[in-house]
């Protein structure tokens, strides 16, 4: 029996969500429509779908912070949504899950869920400026989503996120996440192989700003930076290494001295590293320790 997976026909929810005018039902279809195949995903992450309290803190909000489009802003996500179309990218998601799911099956992996649920949602190109407009979560084994306000530089590179989330389902079905234990040194490891999973399946080429926007000399230095703080834990502390000064500052975590999305190349960069030293596969690597390839990978070693 291998994996099953399913694509959430966001085209029509958007749609559908357009043709309301209300803004608080159109509010409640976004909730409890297009929410609902991923409502065991938000449960597990602590975010509910409609706060108890007036304005409080919930899926609505949550998805703002993410990156969605807000709902209210029908313009962005009708023009959002058209360019989706014209580049046939349910087409691509489809196609590029079917890839995901064949080459783990074929290397023995899988993803500990009986079905992968999949959303592919407009972006507030605003919000995720340094991300160039798109980004994913794919922590939950079983759900992936992706956000993107297509452009011409990340719709090429839409099969690599997918991957790239793809690959924490499967990361995630054989080492727990404990939010409050993740050590810099786990999520540099996790987004390194997730990217490396991307670059086996798509290329180099379509990796994205995460690893891409550093030259040699600012690698370097976050490499030195961040080989201190291997052990630093807490998810705000860890995030400040993984994501970059300027994100920190955005989300109001407390800035370390790092470029943009420091810890994902740092994070890539180790796992290459890793796979190349001891001529490993990505399907192999993916089932290795954070130690494993933090002390294998011979970037961190004084």
């Not at 994996?3 to 749609?15: A, G, L, P, S, W």
């Not at 011409?152 to 839409?158: A, I, R, S």
């Not at 790092?258 to 596969?281: D, E």
Request: net charge negative.
């Amino acid at each position: 029996m291998g994996m099953t997976y399913k694509v959430i026909d966001t085209v029509e929810q958007y749609e559908e969500l357009l043709a309301i005018t209300d803004l608080e039902e159109r509010k409640n279809y976004f909730r409890y429509t297009m929410m609902e195949p991923f409502k065991e995903m938000w449960n597990l992450i602590n975010v509910p779908i409609k706060a108890k309290q007036e304005n409080g803190y919930d899926v609505i909000m949550a998805t703002k912070m993410l990156g969605y489009a807000d709902v209210s802003n029908g313009k962005q996500i009708q023009q959002g949504l058209s360019i989706l179309k014209e580049n046939n990218a349910y087409t691509v998601v489809d196609n590029t899950i079917k890839n995901c799911i064949e080459n783990a099956n074929k290397s023995g992996l899988k993803v500990n869920a009986d079905e992968i649920k999949f959303g592919l949602y407009v972006a507030n190109p605003d919000k995720l400026k340094l991300q160039k407009g798109y980004t994913g979560f794919g922590g939950i084994p079983g759900f992936i989503t992706v956000n993107i306000y297509p452009n011409e530089y990340n719709l090429p590179k839409l099969p690599a996120v997918i991957a790239h989330e793809f690959h924490h389902n499967i990361r995630f079905s054989y080492f727990d996440w404990d939010h409050g234990n993740v050590t810099v040194g786990d999520y540099l490891v996790i987004e390194g192989l997730a990217e490396s999973f991307a670059k086996e399946l798509y290329g180099t080429e379509q990796l994205g700003p995460w690893v891409t926007s550093m030259d040699k000399e600012e690698l370097e230095y976050s490499t030195d930076v961040i080989s201190e703080a291997l052990n630093v834990k807490g998810f705000a502390e860890v995030s400040s290494y993984m994501f970059g000064d300027e994100i920190a500052a955005q989300e109001g975590y407390q800035p370390v001295g790092l470029p943009f999305c420091a810890g994902y190349a740092v994070g890539y960069k180790a796992v290459q590293s890793y796979m190349k030293k001891y001529n490993k596969t990505i399907y192999e690597a993916t089932l290795a320790s954070t130690d494993e390839i933090i002390n294998g990978c011979d970037l961190f070693s004084k």
